[in-house]
């Protein structure tokens, strides 16, 4: 159970175009996403959450404008990279928060490799 | 705010050795407390949690014990394998006032690589 996928797993795309990242949970709901990145050998770095049914809360310091976010159902959310630049390339993973027994868990995707030409 | 720190690697060790991986942590309220694993090329797979203090949680081997008092949520495992070589993370998520705000919070990480 708790399996979260994210498609697609690569893409490459060139300067000035739009990337649509999907994360799916796929056997639960989730009313909490999250999206992060993670720059080679580095940590992840909480980018957003994401809310079924409302916007996006932005962490500090990241675009809003340029990384949408959209959390249409319990069990999919979009990241969608706009007028992606090769700053832009990196590893984007999402997240699916399970609140059981008292407990709160996230549960990950596997990511998608981004690279901007 | 809330913080996490890992001992740094990387971390070399035989087949069979005895790992440690030291975990420390600041923050407000309860936190929940948990490691995660990131083999090559993938993302990140839940290892183990704990949700109070002196719980310890375990899993494939590995475990850890949430230690309020030295603020602390150390990775063993008694006999480490080469198919164990991947990055660790610990990582809390605050609830403080019982209201669980879901953000984790991460280490930086540590590389282990285990030789046959």
């Known amino acids: 159970g708790a399996v979260v996928s994210q498609h697609p797993s690569w893409v490459i795309c060139k300067s000035g175009t739009s990337v649509k990242i999907e994360c799916r949970s796929l056997?639960?709901?989730?009313?909490?996403m999250f999206w992060y990145r993670q720059f080679p050998k580095q940590s992840l770095m909480l980018m957003a959450t994401?809310?079924?049914?409302?916007?996006?809360?932005?962490e500090q310091g990241v675009e809003k404008d340029k990384f949408l976010i959209n959390h249409a159902s319990l069990t999919l959310s979009t990241l969608t990279v706009t007028s992606a630049h090769p700053e832009d390339s990196s590893f984007y993973i999402c997240?699916?928060?399970?609140?059981?027994?008292?407990?709160?868990?996230?549960?990950f995707g596997p990511g998608t490799r981004l690279t901007v030409l | 705010g809330d913080s996490v720190t890992q001992m740094e690697g990387p971390v070399t060790l035989s087949e069979e050795a005895f790992l440690t991986i030291n975990c420390t942590y600041t923050?407000?309220?309860?936190?929940?407390l948990f490691w995660y694993v990131q083999y090559p090329g993938e993302g990140l797979q839940l290892l183990l949690k704990?949700?109070?203090?002196?719980d310890k949680g375990s899993n494939k081997g590995f475990e850890a014990t949430y230690r309020k008092e030295t603020t602390s949520f150390h990775l063993e495992k008694g006999s480490v394998q080469v198919s164990d070589s991947a990055v660790y993370f610990c990582?809390?998520?605050?609830?403080?006032?019982?209201?669980?705000?879901?953000?984790?919070?991460f280490g930086q990480g540590t590389i282990l690589t285990v030789h046959p």
């Open positions: 056997d639960f709901q989730a009313t909490t």
């Open positions: 994401s809310n079924e049914g409302s916007k996006a809360t932005y």
């Open positions: 990582a809390l998520s605050d609830r403080a006032g019982g209201t669980s705000y879901g953000k984790l919070t």
């Open positions: 923050a407000t309220g309860y936190p929940s």
């Open positions: 997240s699916a928060r399970v609140l059981a027994g008292g407990g709160d868990t996230q549960y």
């Open positions: 704990a949700t109070k203090a002196d």
